[in-house]
């Protein structure tokens, strides 16, 4: 499984950004989860979206009401919609092939053998 992350930039508060994740599987088989690390902070769940359950996402109170998953099931691809950026949303986001069943999407888990490589997100105030 192979992922690849993209879309990232630089913007100012209040800017949007809309990152891109390219999957190499179908997206019936894994859920797809996007996660970001901080300089000197753990890596930390920002979404996740299954599609074969409905396309059911998940949230991290932080980003809830900002942030949108959505998936192109065509394409392959898993998109993160981030509108109303902070400084605080700054890091190097990346995106996870993560399994569909138990509790790592729903939990917004970082744990996966699969990774993309990550793409730079920062928000200047």
């Known amino acids: 499984v192979q992922l690849q992350a993209s879309g990232g930039g630089s913007v100012q508060t209040g800017d949007s950004l809309r990152l891109s994740c390219s999957v190499s599987?179908?997206?019936?088989?894994?859920?797809i989860g996007w996660f970001r690390q901080a300089p000197g902070k753990e890596r930390e769940g920002v979404s996740c979206i299954s599609v074969p359950d409905d396309s059911s996402t998940y949230y991290a109170e932080s980003v809830k009401g900002r942030f949108t998953i959505s998936a192109d099931t065509l394409k392959n691809t898993v998109y993160l919609q981030m509108f109303s950026l902070k400084p605080d949303d700054t890091g190097v986001y990346y995106c996870a092939a993560l399994p569909r069943f138990g509790s790592v999407c729903p939990t917004l888990t970082p744990s996966s053998k699969y990774w993309g490589q990550g793409t730079q997100v920062t928000v200047s105030s």
């Open positions: 599987v179908t997206l019936d088989d894994y859920a």
